[in-house]
């Protein structure tokens, strides 16, 4: 489980006189096995709090808990098996992956760096990572460029899986994509979610997004989380102001 107590991080801009809070005092834990979406405009803070629940950025003040210990105080091993269970998936899929790289070295990276497996292991469980993210076994001879967004998008996902994380966090990880291909990619992680009982933390700016994926939606604006509440289909369940101008700006898409 991860539990974020207090959790705030403050930048310095440049040129102004005042710190920026980018995530302003954040407390909430995460089940296990939970799919939790997070939405907010640009800039409202969810980049920086995902990079805190990874331990890529050092909090101000509070803590992110993982399995009950502060992430802020894991060291050598612990470290190294925490980048492992914490897995993070962003917008930009070619950027995260290395150019030189076939889509079979940049999904056994992962398996080598944290499991031991046998060759023919290593070779099963690319194949089958493969297939659980509808991809072609041909495609692993392939690099970055010479793939589709939708594409690299589900090769940066089974890069993620090799890991064998228990926490999936995706950072705007469909924006960008065509409707088509981003449905067919969210169907996939809805699927995925199921088979796997992952907890899978999801952020974006798009609520219908957020709607049809989680049962659990958090709203942040300014730093803060101002509405967090179960989903179960039904928009009553949530009352914030700020969340019903959302809800308008999308209701001609939600039929
Ligand atoms: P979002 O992901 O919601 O778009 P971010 O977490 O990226 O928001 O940014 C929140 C605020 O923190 C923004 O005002 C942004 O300019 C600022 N910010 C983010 N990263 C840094 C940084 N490394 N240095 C200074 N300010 C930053």
Redesign the pocket.
């Known amino acids: 489980m991860i539990k974020v107590n207090n959790l705030s991080k403050e930048?310095h801009?440049q040129g102004a006189r005042n710190e920026?809070l980018?995530v302003d005092h954040v407390n909430f834990s995460l089940q296990d096995g939970s799919f939790c979406a997070l939405v907010?405009e640009?800039?409202?803070?969810?980049?920086?709090l995902a990079q805190l629940m990874c331990g890529l950025l050092a909090p101000s003040s509070g803590e992110v808990l993982f399995d009950g210990k502060n992430i802020a105080l894991y060291r050598g091993k612990q470290k190294q098996a925490l980048r492992s269970k914490i897995q993070l998936i962003l917008q930009d899929g070619k950027g995260a992956m290395d150019p030189r790289f076939t889509v079979h070295e940049i999904i056994a990276e992962p398996i080598r760096n944290f499991r031991k497996l046998t060759k023919k292991e290593e070779e099963q469980e690319i194949a089958e990572l493969l297939t659980m993210m509808e991809l072609p076994e041909e495609i692993k001879l392939r690099k970055a460029h010479e793939m589709s967004g939708g594409q690299q998008k589900r090769v940066c996902i089974a890069r993620a899986l090799a890991a064998q994380p228990d926490v999936l966090i995706f950072d705007e990880a469909v924006s960008g994509l065509d409707v088509l291909v981003r449905k067919h990619i969210l169907d996939l992680l809805k699927r995925l979610h199921q088979e796997r009982k992952m907890t899978c933390f999801f952020i974006t700016h798009d609520l219908d997004v957020a709607l049809y994926l989680a049962d659990r939606v958090m709203v942040m604006r300014c730093g803060k989380i101002i509405e967090d509440r179960a989903f179960h289909g039904s928009t009553d369940c949530f009352t914030h102001s700020y969340t019903k101008l959302l809800l308008h700006s999308i209701a001609p898409y939600l039929g």
Not at 42 to 48: A, M, P, V
Request: hydrophobic share 25%; glycine share 24%; net charge neutral.
């Open positions: 930048f801009e920026l980018a907010g640009s800039g409202s803070g969810k980049s920086t």
